[in-house]
């Protein structure tokens, strides 16, 4: 499954460690940042709970950055 969010990210290396933070979630398949368009496009491994993941996923970008947001 995929789902596309809105994102806040000041700046294009912020929007990428967000992308690897993301790809290093357990559950997610793939991710991809659009620093341009402010969204995340993010894959999930079949069979997870896509909302439990993407909590996790919001909190591995907080970790980086507290500014940094992904609007669920």
Do not use: H, W
Not at 23 to 51: C, H, L, W
């Amino acid at each position: 499954m995929k789902k596309t969010y809105k994102i806040e990210a000041d700046c294009a290396n912020c929007a990428n460690l967000m992308e690897n933070a993301a790809r290093k979630t357990p559950g997610v398949s793939s991710a991809v940042v659009n620093f341009m368009t402010q969204k995340i496009t993010v894959e999930f491994a079949e069979g997870t709970d896509y909302k439990k993941v993407m909590q996790e996923v919001r909190g591995n970008c907080k970790k980086i950055d507290d500014d940094l947001e992904i609007y669920l």
